[in-house]
């Protein structure tokens, strides 16, 4: 009886060892999908991953769990990346031109080339979005206020050394006219700040626009052609002001992620792109969708770094 005995507990004890072993070397399929937001709640980042959510639990067959690191404009999250688990556990969100402006400014704890994208999925148009009932009905009763009292005109936008602090540097210069910028925490907190005239105009995006229905007026878009679900509202373009901008957003993954685990979870955002409702969902909202898988991720980011930079310069946040 004690030889079966040991017999038993040998085989007990190997089929424990084999369990762990069969854990450890698990695919990150069976874990949860931690997907950290470096903005608060409400702004573009997070419509897009609460959009994902259902098409990535689809695909993966993960549960996705939705979480928020913001602060300095999404700096404090992406400075922090790298030292998360990098088992494919856990993906970032990332913005452009964000992550290659902040560092070019100053040390904010990361480098652009620290930030490892494994897909880049959309760009958010950018607007200039006032309140309904704000007196300037048009475009051009911005730039005319402007003109009268230069520096007096506010106008909010996400973060320093951010898309929206290059627009809205970017619209100064092009109009000829001195706005001044007030940046906040995330999308959500300035077109709040907008819609509390605490400004009298916000740089944001169109998604944001659509988001606050009638009680915001966008009075031009950075896009080569009207929004289709907002025609009325003309483009830069059109009025006179040669402005085609946005934010890109995608993911990146700690840099010591495997290569096959990157590529891994690349597929898996570029099946969630391709999945119908969640396209009819994201093209409602007022994105466009855009598929930079990672093996076409650095040549993407290359031709990224010299436009951005070069921009940057131009308006002078550069010197």
Known sequence: MKNIARAMGRRAAGAAVAAAIAAAAAPAAAQTLNYIIPFPAGGESDV????????????????????????????TAWAQLNK??????????????HIFLQPMQKDVGFKTDDIVNV???QLTPDAIVVPADSPYKTLQDLIDAAKKAPGAITISGSGTNSG???????FNQLAKVKLTYIPFSG??????????????????????????GDKARM?????EERLPTHPDVPTFKELGIDMVTGVYRGVAVPKGTPEDVRKQLSDAFGKVNQDHAFRQKMK????????????????????????YEAAARDVGLLK
Request: proline share 5%; net charge neutral.
């Open 284 to 307: 409602d909202a007022g994105f466009v969708i855009v598929d930079v898988p990672y093996d076409k991720m650095d040549a993407f980011m290359s031709t990224k770094a010299k436009e």
């Open 164 to 170: 929206p602090h290059l627009s809205a540097t970017t």
């Open 187 to 212: 999308t959500a907190t300035s077109v709040v700040a907008m819609l509390g005239k605490q400004v009298n105009a916000a740089m944001t995006f169109t998604t944001a626009a659509i988001q606050q």
């Open 84 to 97: 998360l688990p990098a088992d494919g556990s856990t993906v970032v969100g990332t913005n452009l031109p």
């Open 219 to 223: 009075l031009a878009v950075a896009l």
């Open 48 to 75: 897009t991953a609460r959009i994902q959510e259902a098409a990535l639990k689809k695909v993966t067959g993960r549960d996705v769990v939705i979480q928020y690191k913001p602060g300095a404009g999404g700096a």
């Open 119 to 121: 897909y880049v999925f």
